[in-house]
């Protein structure tokens, strides 16, 4: 069927790590610059549509083993945990705190518990979108 | 005190089902007997005490905020019928041990009769208005209750909710007169609300507050024209019919008219309202009667005929035509009951109602045929001594003539009231003999389904006593003058009447009144095949049920014609309605309030690839109207996407156009993939005129959102807080993306549920896709 694509999966296999890479960049830069956890997984999951494009459902199947609807559940998840975290320390929901830490290889960074609830976004999206494709992809009716 | 009365008979009712279900052996109506007795022993013990002025209150608090209490209260009045409603109610349960048999469903009907008798002692002590309505509309669902008890017939449900409708109906009216009683007088309590009479009769909502709960009283007790459920309500058993529908719940309404008296009495339109209708209802309700087949559908319009007596006196309005109502509803009360009993009586040990079928039960039950003799007698008001309602009758000639025509309306009425009374006394009178001669007299007239003999001695028990009061007090009337009727007399009227009563006259007008209502009457009687023809042209084919058949028919109709003509399924007709009334409303708004503003001042400057894109998507967004093609439209409106996206990015908006982008490819893809399967896109079938509508509603709505853009624009009342978000989104986010900061930091919560929402909205996808039945798609 699929027998001169050879072209198209050699540079998908490329193609795919620097979505990803891009995906990773925008989602860490969403603090400062143009990105954030929704622009950010929805290039993540485009990433993923690629090699679902390219290889298809049944390879795909075998390699990912992953379940994306868990993305949903384990995104709202983190999101609500950061929100109800802030009670800890005494503070109204969805409060949060950033500050500078001295890391052993990154230097000076700036950590800030707003990212946490921006990786429930990132996850929540990409579960979001994966599900709703592959569930219409794989639909036989 | 007091409040325990009310109480009893409702607790009565929670244990009644427990008595029914683990006594067997015993009819449960002789395990609550004595419940009734004891609240009418209390009610007895108490008439010294009323009788010497003292009243009684007691006060149970309820919702005081609202100023609504069980605030009850003991009068003459109130007095009076509670002895009515407890001694009727001991005797018409004892009447019914006999009368139902232990087959029956005796737990329902004695908790919805121990129910009505709470409600009905409720509403005749209550002192709050709202805890009077609350007992009223008891009464009503009781009574509703009571006449459904044969449910499997069609015509007890039919009955049943006749009476439930228009009770409730004038309940409900009442209620609207009872507000607006209270927000006039400030005060939710009658005595009080009787002090501030005068309050009451300069307010603007006087009219409105006597006519509202004037239908209240007369929906209750049957007054023309309401007072076609009452014989509907003849389907109840028998004991329920001598109880509600002739000795107490009708009277709730007499009562309410007595209560207030002291309010309204004495205006011009009190009178005509109340005797009008009230002499309307005493001729129609005894003219119909004659017309009668069923023993207690005569009576049912007897009912109504003396009802409406009553209401004719109370809205004389004078001291004596007070004391004669009075007379009466405790007249009434007594040869009423009695009559319904015997009534029970006879389709109990004969099988049929039917006075068609009737005929020399004398011999066969001359027990109840002294009793009906008695009671008929009375009803009747034959001018002998030993007849109560002869008493009150002549007392009623007697104020007919003696009415108070210091006011010129009252002055040119007062000439036909006497003759309409008489006129309603002669076929009262031709009933009650037809009613008496035809059941007991003469010959049996057909087959009766069973062997007619006299009844057992329980049942006669509740008749004989009533009687007992017919003949005493038309005896000695003055026996209970002084215990009850005055008290009860100074209690509607406000002062304390000095009355005696006196059987014989003297040849006075009354008299005379009397005896040509008894000749006419036995000349009507015994002619009465030659004008029976009469019916056919008066009521003929109108009738009041009619009426009341074909508003409810029509209520059916009109409502199903409307909701089908604009209920019709198509969502676009929905959309259209939606949009019409957008259109319309917030359109008026903004025309109404002046609302519309243009403010140039501090517009920014476009520049011309703004203006090219701009035009694209206009462009992009009219092809799609006019696109045939599902695919091409799908692309085109995605141009739109694009366009919008590139305008972001002329906004600086870095952040919306990288989303707007995805997001937009996204939704085409999807889109393509979904229309993919459907068929071509059909030419529409719309008719140019539905097309013109489109186009103008749709326009319509693009000028109004544009026009509110404008406006909005135009009228900045206050600073933007934009301002803040800039300053601290580094000093408190720490972050220098600003709509980042803002979205997971200052307006988190927004985000978390929007997330939720994709969440949600992915789970129903796949839910929708891989959970479908699909033998459905098949």
Redesign the interface.
Not at chain 1, 30 to 39: D, M, R, S, T
């Given at each position: 069927m699929r027998s001169n694509d050879i072209i198209l999966k050699t540079t998908s296999t490329i193609i795919v790590f620097v979505i990803l890479a891009f995906s990773v960049n925008?989602f860490f830069a969403?603090?400062?610059?143009?990105?954030?956890?929704?622009?950010g997984g929805?290039?993540a999951a485009?990433a993923f549509i690629l090699l679902y494009i390219t290889f298809g459902l049944k390879t795909m199947k075998k390699v990912l083993r992953v379940n994306f609807?868990y993305f949903?559940?384990a995104?709202?998840l983190i999101?609500?945990a950061t929100?109800v975290g802030s009670f800890i320390f005494g503070q109204p929901?969805?409060s949060?705190t950033?500050g500078h830490f001295h890391l052993p290889l990154l230097g000076d960074t700036?950590l800030?518990t707003?990212v946490m609830?921006?990786i429930?976004?990132y996850l929540?999206?990409i579960?979001?979108?994966m599900?709703?494709?592959l569930?219409?992809a794989e639909?036989r009716? | 005190m007091l409040q325990y009365a009310v109480l009893a008979p409702f607790l009565t009712a929670l244990f009644v089902p427990f008595f029914f279900r683990y006594i067997r052996a015993i009819h449960t109506g002789w395990l609550i007997l004595p419940i009734p007795f004891g609240v009418f022993a209390y009610f007895l013990s108490q008439i010294t005490t009323i009788a010497e002025g003292q009243n009684h209150d007691s006060l149970v608090q309820w919702v005081p905020s609202l100023g609504m209490n069980f605030s009850f209260y003991l009068d003459g009045l109130s007095l009076l019928f509670s002895l009515l409603i407890s001694g009727i109610g001991t005797l018409v349960v004892l009447y019914s041990i006999f009368y139902l048999n232990k087959n029956e469903k005796l737990h329902n009907f004695y908790v919805f009769l121990f129910i009505f008798m709470g409600a009905m002692l409720g509403v005749v002590l209550s002192d709050n208005v709202y805890a009077l309505y609350l007992f009223w509309e008891l009464t009503s669902l009781s009574s509703f209750l009571l006449i459904g008890y044969w449910y499997e017939r069609q015509a007890s449900r039919y009955g049943a909710l006749k009476s439930m409708i228009i009770t409730v109906l004038g309940g409900l009216a009442m209620l609207g007169g009872l507000i607006l009683l209270t927000i006039v007088t400030e005060t939710t309590s009658i005595r009080e609300m009787i002090a501030a009479s005068d309050v009451v009769l300069e307010s603007p909502y006087f009219t409105g507050i006597l006519v509202l709960i004037l239908l209240g009283a007369f929906t209750k007790s049957a007054q023309f024209p309401f007072h076609i459920w009452l014989p509907d309500a003849m389907e109840a058993p028998t004991p329920v019919s001598a109880f509600l529908h002739s000795a107490t719940m009708v009277k709730a309404g007499i009562y309410l008219t007595a209560r207030l008296f002291l309010l309204f009495g004495g205006t011009d339109i009190f009178f005509v309202l109340v005797t009008g209708f009230g002499l309307l209802t005493l001729c129609w309700g005894s003219y119909m009667a004659v017309r009668q087949t069923d023993l207690k559908a005569i009576l049912a319009f007897s009912t109504i005929s003396q009802l409406g007596m009553i209401m004719t006196m109370l809205g004389f309005g004078t001291k004596a035509a007070v004391f004669a109502a009075v007379f009466h509803i405790f007249n009434h009360a007594t040869f009423k009951g009695s009559l319904f009993m015997v009534a029970g009586i006879v389709d109990h040990e004969t099988g049929t109602r039917d006075i068609r079928k009737l005929g020399g039960l004398m011999t066969l039950m001359p027990i109840s045929a002294t009793l009906a003799f008695f009671g008929a007698f009375s009803m009747a008001g034959v001018p002998l001594p030993i007849f109560n309602g002869f008493l009150s009758k002549e007392m009623f000639f007697q104020t007919s003539l003696d009415l108070d025509t210091t006011s010129p309306l009252v002055a040119s009425i007062a000439p036909f009231v006497p003759v309409l009374a008489v006129l309603g006394s002669i076929f009262t009178f031709v009933y009650s003999m037809y009613f008496f001669f035809h059941t007991f007299t003469g010959k049996t007239r057909g087959e009766l389904k069973m062997k007619p003999h006299e009844a057992p001695i329980g049942m006669l028990i509740s008749p004989v006593v009533l009687v007992i009061f017919v003949v005493v007090i038309g005896l000695l009337p003055n026996l209970i003058n002084g215990a009850i009727l005055t008290p009860a007399t100074a209690a509607i009227f406000g002062e304390i009447p000095n009355k005696h009563i006196v059987f014989w006259h003297g040849f006075k007008l009354p008299l005379y009144m009397s005896l040509i209502v008894v000749a006419l009457g036995v000349i009507l009687y015994l002619t009465r095949a030659k004008w029976q023809a009469v019916y056919e042209w008066i009521p003929g084919v109108l009738s009041a049920n009619k009426a009341y058949d074909s508003i409810y028919n029509m209520k059916f109709r009109i409502a199903g014609k409307t909701t089908r003509t604009y209920m019709t399924g198509s969502i676009r007709h929905y959309v259209l309605y939606i949009l019409i009334f957008i259109v319309g409303a917030v359109g008026a708004t903004l025309f109404v309030t002046d609302g519309f503003v243009i403010e140039t001042a501090d517009l920014a400057p476009i520049s011309w690839p703004e203006i090219v894109v701009g035009l694209v998507m206009a462009v992009a967004a009219f092809a799609t109207i006019v696109m045939k093609n599902r695919i091409a439209a799908i692309l085109v409106l995605g141009v739109v996407g694009y366009g919008l996206s590139l305008l972001f990015v002329f906004f600086r908006a870095p952040d919306l156009a990288l989303t707007q982008l995805i997001v937009e490819t996204v939704t085409v893809a999807l889109f393509l993939l979904c229309f993919y399967h459907l068929p071509k896109l059909d030419t529409e079938k719309t008719t140019p005129g539905a097309k013109t509508v489109n186009i103008i509603i749709s326009g319509s709505v693009g000028v109004l959102v544009t026009l509110i853009a404008i406006a909005s624009h135009s009228s900045k009342s206050f600073e933007t807080i934009a301002h803040y978000f800039i300053k601290e989104s580094h000093h408190l986010g720490g972050g220098n993306n600003v709509v980042n900061v803002i979205l997971v930091d200052m307006r988190g919560l927004d985000t978390l549920f929007e997330i939720t929402v994709l969440g949600i909205a992915a789970l129903g996808i796949y839910a929708m896709i891989r959970l479908r039945d699909k033998e459905e798609i098949d």
């Open positions: 925008l969403g603090h400062n610059a143009p990105g954030g956890g929704f622009i929805l290039m485009s609807r949903i559940a995104g709202l999101a609500f929100g929901f969805l949060h950033f700036e800030a707003a609830f921006d429930g976004v929540t999206v579960g979001v979108t599900t709703i494709i569930t219409i639909d009716g | -």
